[in-house]
């Protein structure tokens, strides 16, 4: 596939890649030696280095459970018509009711096609070598975060009042297993090396992981899921990624999860102002800031400007942020503001006649569809 190249400068991506490798030495290292002396470290049972929860892959017993458990799954709609469900897709109603048939023609496409050596041959013939390593580099990121929410929602699950909410939280731990197998078998489809999480990534993902209580909505739903929807948004358009407007549609829901749990179980106000918990937020957010010049090499590749990709998201979980009612340290315009200068302090240091640019007013999204969903998510941010 033809992509507009855009230059990035080689000394910014030398230092780019310089601190993160010392970084995440100094970090694996640091966290190693406090887990055994079991004053904490890395709280996540995760192996980033090969893209797998600690056990391994267990793939026969995701076979035998997980796929068995989707395939089985029962609408209450189609069993129980008297009560007030309405969860059954109009394609559901007509399937029969075999098991083998119970997924959506959609999904069973999209099944079908990623098992199929076709699939590999399409990537082959639509981009090159380096241009399908530019892809798994910025995937992969999220493959890890969906890792990560995976655990943050099960823990969440603990965490939230009333059915309802369980029942949202149940679905959304079943939906980041499904993200997660899925979008990991769409990325090894590649066929290139899958990166094990940066500094930044892993930084980010483990202070989400250890936040407490319901801050880890603010970590997981809002920055997490937002980076994510964003991700989804800028890449599902290209050929082969198209199953990603389904991860789309499913992070939008994730996202509105605080504002809607929140508008009928509000936080007190200590809870919610508190120095200590805005400080917190604030500290989760910075780590995500970095993977933009961590990736802006790979972006580039893709004719995205990195810049504008990290305005436009930060455009739309600040939107986030205030509808779920999670306040930083920081009012909304000093933050956001601040946020661009120093987008464009880094264009200026890096970028050869740089001129000021308001990189959130961005939109990177590029189908119609998806642009629509986040509209309805994001008002008018």
């Known amino acids: 596939m033809r992509f507009e190249q855009l230059p990035v400068s080689e000394r910014a991506t030398r ?47 995701r076979r035998k459970v997980y796929d068995k458990s989707l395939r ?25 009711a075999s098991a083998e048939k119970s ?34 580099n910025i995937l992969t990121p999220i493959g890890h975060g969906e890792a990560y929410a995976w655990l943050v929602s099960a823990e969440l699950l603990g965490s939230v009042k009333s059915t309802g909410a369980r029942a949202a939280l149940t679905m ?49 739903n809002i920055l997490v ?9 800028v890449l599902g358009h290209l050929p082969g990624l198209e199953m990603l407007a389904l991860f789309h549609l499913d992070e939008a829901r994730h996202t509105g999860l605080p504002t809607n749990y929140f508008s009928e179980f509000p936080m007190g106000p200590w809870e919610k ?23 802006e090499e790979d972006f580039a590749e893709l004719g995205i400007d990195a810049l504008e990709f990290g305005g436009s998201t930060l455009r739309k979980v600040a939107a986030l942020v205030e509808k779920s009612g999670y306040p930083l340290p920081l009012p909304r315009p000093l933050l ?35 642009l629509e969903v986040e509209r309805e998510l994001f008002g008018a941010a």
């Open 273 to 295: 102002h508190n120095p200590r918990a805005r400080l917190a937020r604030l500290n989760m957010l910075l780590p995500a800031l970095a993977l933009i010049p961590h990736l």
């Open 72 to 96: 089985l799954l029962w609408k209450a709609e189609k069993n129980a018509p008297y009560l007030s469900f309405k969860d059954a897709s109009e394609v559901e109603k007509s399937l029969v």
């Open 172 to 220: 959304q731990v079943l939906e980041e297993a499904k993200h997660f197998v899925v979008l990991r078998e769409l990325i090894q489809a590649f066929d290139v090396p899958v990166p094990r999480q940066s500094a930044w990534e892993y930084l980010f993902l483990e202070r989400v992981l250890k936040a407490d209580g319901l801050e880890k909505f603010f970590g997981m």
């Open 103 to 136: 997924l959506s023609r959609e999904e069973s496409e999209v099944r079908a096609q990623l098992t199929l050596p076709e699939f590999k041959a399409r990537l082959d013939a639509e981009y090159t070598p380096r241009q399908k390593q530019a892809i798994v």
């Open 15 to 61: 230092i780019n890649r310089g601190l993160e490798e010392a970084t995440n030495r100094f970090l694996r290292t640091y966290d190693r030696v406090l887990g055994l002396a079991h004053l904490g470290g890395r709280k996540a049972p995760y192996d980033d280095e090969h893209y797998e929860f600690v056990g391994g892959a267990s793939d026969t017993l």
């Open 336 to 370: 956001m503001g601040a946020l661009n200068e120093l987008f464009n302090l880094y264009g200026r240091a890096t970028r050869t006649g740089h001129h000021h640019v308001d990189y959130l007013a961005a939109e990177v999204t590029r189908d119609p569809a998806q």
């Open 225 to 233: 899921e937002g980076i994510a929807l964003s991700l989804f948004g």
